[in-house]
Nanobody, 117 residues
C-alpha cells in the first residue's frame, strides 16, 4: 500500500523558516528520486526540489539558495528546509517520487505553508 505523510507546515512571517518532513512507504521511497512539490491556490502543482537516492539535489530557480532538500534512506524520510520564506511560497506542499515526464495518481494530504505578516 502506498503512503505519503507530510508534516511541518504552518504560518510564518516573511523571512522566517520552516522544515517540512515526509514519511513514505517503502514501495514509494526505495531507490527512487524524491521530490517536494507545491500547489498554490489557483495555480498548478509544481516541483520545487528533488533529490536522487544518493543525495544529489536539484532546485527550481525560485527556491535555489533558500531551500535545502535532504533524505534519510534508513527512515524512508525526505525533508525540505525552507529559509528566507516569501509570501509567494504560500502553498500546500507535497512530497512524492520524481521522474521527469511521469505523473503520479497517488498523493498524500500535503502540508499547508502560509507566509504572511
Amino acid at each position: 500500500q502506498e503512503q505519503l505523510v507530510e508534516s511541518g507546515g504552518g504560518l510564518v512571517q516573511p523571512g522566517g523558516s520552516l522544515r517540512l518532513s515526509c514519511v513514505a512507504s517503502e514501495n514509494i521511497f526505495a531507490h527512487e528520486q524524491m521530490g517536494w512539490y507545491r500547489h498554490p491556490a489557483g495555480g498548478p502543482r509544481e516541483l520545487v526540489a528533488a533529490i536522487s537516492y544518493d543525495g544529489t539535489p536539484i532546485y527550481d530557480n525560485s527556491v535555489r539558495g533558500r531551500f535545502t532538500i535532504s533524505r534519510d534512506n534508513s527512515k524512508n524520510e525526505v525533508y525540505l528546509q525552507m529559509n528566507s520564506l516569501k509570501p509567494k511560497d504560500t502553498a500546500v506542499y507535497y512530497c512524492n517520487r520524481w521522474r521527469p515526464g511521469v505523473k503520479y495518481d497517488y498523493w498524500g494530504q500535503g502540508t499547508q505553508v502560509t507566509v504572511s505578516s
